[in-house]
């Protein structure tokens, strides 16, 4: 009996050393982690999924959007995450010239179920309407996160190229942040 018990225990001994180690490894980075400012880069793919346009009527040709957008986003460090985007946009035309701003929120969800909440501003320079595409720069601020980005707290500024017809949006974004 006890060698069939020796041969079970060298067994799973491999793998529960992986996990030892894995685990270790984790829990190494978040205190090494923790109270550090971090700063991070990621690029965006975002389409807009759903979009719903409201004539303002305060000026002829000015017009409000509220948008769902959704995407993914790749990190420096080669980390993925999904991010869903929610916001207003108000877009006016003048002298044959657009002009907008926008805000709204965004969450950033990994593959361990942890997330990221931010809040963002932005606005587009005038541009000729028509164009094939168009600049975004914008800021936003962390609020909270879950799991491995509880108690999070940071900023960000980005940079974006908006594609139209469709809305598809690239982003480049510089986030700093600091865990607890």
């Keep these: 009996m006890a060698a069939i018990y020796r041969k079970m225990y060298y067994r799973k001994l491999p793998l529960t050393c992986c996990i030892a180690v894995t685990i270790s490894l984790l829990a190494a980075y978040a205190a090494f982690a923790q109270g550090r400012t971090v700063t991070m880069k990621c690029k965006k793919v975002l389409h807009d999924t759903q979009a719903k346009k409201i004539e303002a009527g305060i000026t002829p040709k000015h017009v409000l959007w509220i948008c769902e957008s959704k995407g993914l986003v790749i990190f420096e460090n ?4 999904s991010l869903t985007l929610w916001y ?11 002009q907008g701003a926008g805000h709204g929120y965004g969450i950033y969800t990994f593959a361990d179920g942890s997330t990221m909440t931010y809040k963002f501003e932005s606005n587009t320079p005038n541009h000729k309407i028509k164009t094939f595409y168009y ?4 800021t936003s601020v962390i609020t909270e996160g879950t799991g491995r980005y509880k108690g999070i707290k940071g900023t960000g500024t980005y940079t974006a190229k908006v594609i139209s017809p469709g809305d598809e949006i690239f982003v480049e974004e ?4 600091t865990l607890p």
């Design 135 to 138: 600049d975004l720069k914008g």
């Design 174 to 177: 510089t986030l700093t942040y």
């Design 78 to 81: 080669n980390q993925l995450a």
């Design 88 to 98: 207003l946009w108000d877009d006016t035309v003048k002298n044959g010239k657009e």
